[in-house]
């Protein structure tokens, strides 16, 4: 029950400031309801994400998890944060959300950047909001790689984002 969901996250949130990454952060993560407790700030960013661009917090979570494993400081060359994005991309998002200056490693901002990147994808390619796999294989290219048309590996990788997709969003179906 989605509207619940941030709810029950509220309901068991304690009233103390947690700065920590979870322990769990390195590995793929197998369950998101068990990482969304553990965080309840980012249940809320990941709702009000899923309700301002119309993506589903499932694609959302999918992409980040592939990217940076839910790791703030994640760096991949040029790539950082939560979603790994370029420095580049990024300025371009918050010129067009005019959301201030926000950092890469805020997961608020993160999930945000992912929704937005769904919707410019789906204006520039005319790629489905539900079609994880494309929009991934977009994000991970970047348009000039994605319109060279995307290599096996790319689009296995693409394959088990959605399929991760999937299972998150059966996952927050049921939370408790």
């Known amino acids: 029950m989605r509207a619940s969901l941030v709810f029950t996250f509220a309901l068991i949130s304690i009233p103390t400031i947690s700065l920590s990454i979870p322990s769990f952060s390195h590995a793929q993560t197998k369950n ?9 700030d980012w249940a809320e960013s990941v709702v009000a994400a899923e309700e301002k661009w119309g993506v589903s917090a499932g694609n959302i979570l999918a992409f980040i998890d592939q990217e940076s ?3 703030a400081n994640a760096s991949s060359g040029p790539n950082y944060g939560y979603a790994q994005a ?13 959301i201030g200056n ?5 997961f608020d901002a993160s999930v945000n950047f992912v929704g937005w990147h ?8 005319g790629i489905g909001i539900n ?5 991934y294989l977009a994000y991970q290219l970047g348009s000039g790689g994605y319109k060279k048309g995307a290599p096996p590996a790319s689009r296995r990788i693409a394959a088990s984002v959605a ?5 998150f969003e059966d996952q927050l179906d049921n939370c408790d």
């Open 86 to 98: 370029t420095q580049q991309t990024w300025n371009g998002f918050l010129k067009d959300t005019k």
């Open 163 to 167: 399929s991760r997709a999937r299972i």
């Open 131 to 135: 079609n994880v796999s494309e929009q």
């Open 32 to 40: 998101i309801c068990t990482l969304l407790n553990a965080n309840p």
């Open 69 to 71: 494993r839910f790791r």
């Open 102 to 106: 926000k950092s890469r490693s805020d």
């Open 118 to 125: 769904f919707k410019q994808m789906n204006k520039q390619f």
